[in-house]
């Protein structure tokens, strides 16, 4: 079974600055997904970024990118310019290729972004 | 293209209760999920379905019980409510293979007391 866990409960940082979510994944599979969900207080899971596992170039989405490192199995999000609408709850999620293609989701870090 | 949405949007049960969630998705998805999210943690799988007529168990499936007669709709039955169900409900369509996403509906809070 595949393991997500984000150690930072909680993050803040200052409108326009630059801020990185870790993420790190505990599996025996090479071939997978994995991504960044955000939820704001409306509830509404919404895709960030998606990275494909055995591409080698980082995933990028306008402000946001990611630092994929495989053989560490890390997977963190970088967030640069923030804006107060980044505040939010962003989970990290895995998602073995094939195979019911079912999500397993870390327990979220809370980023408040202050004026 | 309404997407993934889900009926109803709030919910208060008594405990012994019982009630059917309902997922609904207009893009021809093959694979459906319900997921329950508790307060301060992240989405665990409860019951998913990768064809119509056919439903698995995911990860707490315990007290649901789903079914997917139609392939647009997944229907996450509660039997007998009980107050550790309290949660927020999230059903999601998997897009595969263009996109590898799964899109997600509005979620349900269900409060049993």
């Known amino acids: 079974a595949q393991t997500v866990t984000q150690s930072q409960p909680e993050m803040s940082v200052q409108e326009a600055e630059t801020v990185t979510l870790s993420c790190t994944y505990d599996t025996s599979e090479n071939n997978y997904y994995l991504f960044w969900y955000k939820q704001p207080p409306s509830r509404q899971m919404i895709l960030v970024i998606r990275q494909e596992a055995y591409k080698q170039q980082n995933a990028t989405e306008n402000r946001f990118s990611v630092n994929f490192q495989k053989a560490a199995k890390s997977f963190s999000l970088k967030i640069s310019d923030s804006q107060l609408g980044d505040t939010a709850m962003y989970f990290c999620?895995?998602?073995?290729?094939?195979?019911?293609?079912?999500?397993?989701f870390g327990g979220g870090t809370r980023l408040m972004v202050k004026p | 293209n309404a997407g993934v949405t889900q009926t109803p949007k709030f919910r208060v049960l008594k405990t012994g209760q019982s009630m059917t969630l309902l997922c609904a998705q207009d893009m021809n998805h093959e694979y459906m999920y319900w997921y329950r999210q508790d307060p301060g943690m992240g989405l665990r799988l409860i019951h998913y379905?990768?064809?119509?007529?056919?439903?698995a168990k995911g990860e707490v499936p315990d007290g649901y019980n789903v079914s997917r007669l139609k392939k647009q709709n997944f229907l996450l039955g509660l039997e007998s409510a009980a107050p550790s169900q309290t949660s927020v409900y999230f059903c999601a369509s998997f897009a595969a293979p263009t996109y590898n996403e799964q899109f997600f509906g509005p979620g349900t809070r269900l409060t049993v007391l």
């Open positions: 999620a895995f998602m073995k290729h094939y195979a019911g293609n079912m999500l397993t």
């Open positions: 379905s990768v064809g119509e007529g056919t439903t």
